[in-house]
């Protein structure tokens, strides 16, 4: 008899019921459809290829781009007693060939291989000899040539269409705009392919932006204030970055290791499996660190640069929380981010098409960081999803910025747009509101339209905020095929007409000036400082929740303890035997045997089977050293005995 989505995810995975679309997914991949999956991160995409291939006969294979994360996620697979294996250029020839003569046997349910090992033709061969359930493409946004992590090994991946047409695939990814979407369904040839786009919102992750101003000294305020003794990863922009913060971390108490492209392949490896297994731990990468990470306990995520894109930064914040419970999102960027990464946009081989549209990129994350607006809102606008109400889980929502009115400046700036024919970026439309005596605006004529001149009493710095945060407001397009140039959109016309004002941010005048940008801001937002929305306390983030009662706070640290014993003992992230969730509910519903122990989320089959004992002997002993009913008693099976078991008896 075919075996059931739903009695697998009780059995195997240990959760009651599906989530969102993942039962339709779920079904369209069972019944050999195609799939385009748009999910955020820690939405459950994994169960929409893993399911399947459980289902249909033969076995799943999943296309990975980080062969690093592969042994992770095997690993947890196989706790769950799937039959998992990768294939990757770490293993050993013996290694390889034994998951190869298992391929071929049908003796794998799922088997992970990075894109260049599955472009090969001994293993296009392989996969000629084996019954193969589904392709999964994770992480599928690395085929856009426009995306964020762009993998030339992935625009081959169409192959698998054309040479077994009749094999189901579904592609995932956390982000995609528009344009990035695009190009998955043309490179992967899923125009038959079913769409499936869940929200954005992550409700969880506050997002918060200042400007620099001392960034390290800022981080740590933020990491002491707020993170002390946590988990997260610390972007920069530069590998110089990256190792100078790590040292600075490490020099203020912090554990922290550095990740980038220099650093040798073994101690990237190395870092990387700490940071999956030691708690706690910060790692300081460039974005070369982090797609696919599983770790559901990072409590923040923070940039010390500006990220190059609103589709980059959501994918890399995305790595917070995934746990569900409270994360934060912290930003630091300066004009001197924007400066360099518009140079490594300008001085890049990349044709002209590609860099306007990396500009227009940049200028849209540039608005989210400077929007006087919900944070969550602009940033799900921009993958086409409206939040009807703001978030109150963001700095502009906690803490209203300062603004002005700048209805008159924004209706100068619109008209100079207009009046110059939607043909020119943002410094000449400058120049012309400045009155620049500049030959081209002479041989143009825009010496002689109204506009000319008319916006003396702001500088070039700050016209450039206003016309920012136009953008940002969608009162402006740039046109992204026309050399940057700005266009009205139709929200600009009741501007035009008088019919709606206009609040800009007010920012920091570097020179002092008097006006709309020379306010002082000291001590707020502006300067960089913890403004009172930053200022959460660690115990009201509650991330056990069981702060406030003692006896319950002690079962949970005793708990994880041993999960951490057991985990430490396998070699294995402590996650991977139970999610933080699964502790929770055990402290909070106390089971007293295996029966009430299978009914708690995440606790599947085979973890009953490998760790059940040992769990409620925890409990029962924590029981009787609070005094509880004698019904509490200890289970005979020790950990060893426990262990040795889910070692011999494991896939």
């Not at 992970?112 to 061969?125: I, N, S």
């Not at 889980?393 to 009115?405: A, G, H, I, K, R």
């Not at 933080?580 to 029966?595: F, G, M, N, S």
């Amino acid at each position: 008899m075919p075996q059931q989505p739903l009695d697998l995810l009780r059995r195997v995975f240990g959760y009651a019921e599906f989530r969102g679309a993942q039962a339709t997914i779920i079904d369209r991949v069972i019944a050999g459809g195609d799939a385009l999956v748009l999910m955020p991160t820690g939405g459950g995409k994994s169960l929409c290829y893993q399911i399947p291939a459980l289902v249909r006969p033969g076995t799943g294979i999943v296309v990975s781009p980080l062969i690093a994360l592969m042994q992770d996620q095997v690993d947890a697979l196989r706790q769950l007693g799937v039959r998992a294996a990768f294939l990757n250029s770490s293993q050993t020839w013996d290694e390889a060939r034994a998951v190869e003569q298992g391929l071929v046997a049908g003796g794998l349910d799922l088997l992970y291989v990075a894109p260049e090992r599955l472009l090969t033709e001994r293993f296009l061969a392989l996969l000629d000899q084996s019954r193969v359930a589904l392709f999964a493409i994770d992480e599928a946004h690395c085929v856009s040539q426009w995306g964020h992590d762009f993998r030339p090994e992935y625009i081959q991946l169409n192959l698998l269409h054309e040479r077994w047409p009749q094999i189901p695939r579904i592609a995932l990814t956390a982000t995609a705009d528009h344009l990035t979407r695009g190009e998955i369904v043309q490179r992967l040839a899923l125009e038959e392919a079913e769409l499936f786009l869940s929200s954005f919102n992550r409700p969880n992750i506050r997002y918060r932006v200042v400007q620099k101003d001392q960034p390290r000294r800022q981080l740590l305020r933020f990491l002491r204030a707020e993170h002390d003794g946590d988990s997260g990863i610390v972007y920069c922009l530069s590998r110089r970055g990256v190792e100078e913060t790590a040292d600075f971390l490490r020099g203020e108490g912090f554990q922290a290791l550095p990740y980038h492209a220099g650093l040798d392949a073994a101690t990237r490896r190395r870092h990387q499996a700490a940071f999956l297994r030691d708690d706690p731990l910060i790692m300081v990468a460039t974005i070369a660190f982090g797609m696919g990470i599983d770790k559901p306990d990072v409590r923040f995520v923070a940039h010390l640069d500006l990220p190059k894109s609103v589709e980059g930064y959501y994918q890399e914040t995305g790595r917070a929380g995934r746990d569900g419970q409270p994360a934060n999102a912290w930003l630091a960027y300066g004009l001197a981010d924007l400066v360099t990464l518009r140079h490594f946009i300008d001085s890049s081989e990349a044709e002209e098409r590609f860099k306007r549209v990396e500009h227009h990129r940049l200028n849209a994350m540039l608005g989210f960081c400077e929007t006087t607006a919900c944070r969550r809102q602009v940033l799900l606008n921009y993958f086409g999803e409206e939040l009807p109400r703001p978030c109150g889980n963001c700095d502009t929502c906690l803490e209203p910025v300062q603004s002005w009115d700048g209805t008159e400046a924004a209706r100068k700036a619109l008209s100079c747009i207009y009046r110059t024919g939607m043909r020119f970026g943002t410094n000449y439309l400058i120049d012309v509101l400045l009155g620049k005596d500049d030959p081209r605006i002479r041989n143009f004529g825009h010496d002689r339209v109204s506009t000319f001149g008319i916006g003396r009493e702001l500088s070039a710095e700050e016209w450039k905020s206003v016309f920012r945060q136009l953008v940002a407001a969608g009162l402006v397009s740039v046109d992204v095929a026309g050399h940057g140039a700005l266009q009205l959109t139709t929200a600009s016309r009741p501007v035009l007409r008088g019919e709606q004002v206009v609040r800009l941010r007010r920012d920091p005048n570097p020179r002092g000036k008097s006006g709309p940008f020379g306010a002082d801001q000291a001590g707020g937002r502006g300067r960089g400082g913890l403004s009172g929305g930053d200022r959460v306390r660690r115990g009201d983030r509650r991330l056990s929740g069981f702060e406030d009662d003692p006896e319950a706070l002690a079962l949970w640290e005793s708990l994880r303890a041993l999960r951490r014993d057991l985990a430490q003992a396998q070699n294995l992230p402590p996650y991977v035997i139970f999610g933080d969730i699964t502790l929770r509910e055990l402290v909070r519903r106390r089971p007293r045997d295996l029966d009430e122990l299978s009914q708690i989320s995440g606790v599947g089959a085979v973890k009953l089977e490998r760790y059940g004992a040992d769990f409620l002997a925890a409990l029962a002993a924590h029981a009787t050293a609070h005094g509880y009913p004698e019904s509490w008693r200890p289970m005979p099976t020790p950990f060893a005995a426990s262990l040795g078991a889910s070692r011999e008896e494991g896939p």
